[in-house]
């Protein structure tokens, strides 16, 4: 009996199986752990800056999954769940598109040039934003069907549905937030915000 190839090796650093950090890229993290960012000398406005940004997106998708359970039980009606609904999904994809693209053009060829043993974690970095870009897109094409959804009965099945797959993408963008916030602020405090050409 012919012995068969193993099947290849789960990518343990794939944005939809990663529990964190490959250990050779917190070096840094476990000089600066997150507990004592707000506290070092060198947390900046810019460190907090990014960070708010970062904040802001998963207030916007907490936001988004309260509206869409309003509207699943009937607390909120279809017209005002629409206009609520609209806004916040247009802020939450312009401005997490405007964040990636700035990363990955500005930050973190920055970042790596200020310390190369990071540099293959900014790369993993981008590739969660070629993958996050894939599920954005989707969102995106989710809310629109929901919105022509709310003229007809089945609005409460939609958001539903709605609800299911952007829960999907939030744990997704939850992983990446944690990753790049444990690459990026260490590098910041431990280089100071200075020194940051961007």
Do not use: C, K
């Not at 490959?22 to 960070?51: E, I, K, N, S, V």
């Not at 409460?156 to 990446?176: F, P, V």
Request: proline share 7%.
């Amino acid at each position: 009996m012919p012995v068969s190839d193993p099947p290849p090796a789960a990518d343990t650093l794939d944005l939809t199986v990663r529990t964190g950090l490959p250990q050779d890229l917190r070096f840094l993290l476990a000089r600066y752990p997150r507990p004592d960012w707000h506290a070092h000398p060198g947390f900046g406005p810019m460190t907090r800056f990014y960070l708010d940004r970062h904040a802001l997106f998963r207030e916007l998708q907490d936001l988004t999954r309260r509206e869409l359970e309003n509207l699943i039980e009937r607390r909120r009606s279809p017209e005002a769940f629409a206009s609520r609904f609209q806004r916040l999904a247009r802020i939450f994809l312009g401005e997490i598109a405007t964040h990636h693209a700035i990363e990955d053009h500005h930050y973190f060829p920055a970042l790596a040039r200020l310390e190369p043993r990071l540099a293959r974690g900014f790369d993993l970095l981008e590739a969660d934003h070629r993958r996050l870009h894939e599920g954005l897109e989707a969102y995106a094409q989710d809310a629109n069907a929901l919105l022509q959804a709310l003229a007809g009965a089945g609005e409460r099945e939609a958001a539903g549905a709605m609800l299911d797959r952007s829960a999907a993408l939030r744990a997704l963008i939850a992983r990446h937030l944690e990753d790049e916030e444990e690459l990026v602020v260490p590098v910041m405090l431990d280089r100071g915000e200075d020194a940051l050409e961007l």
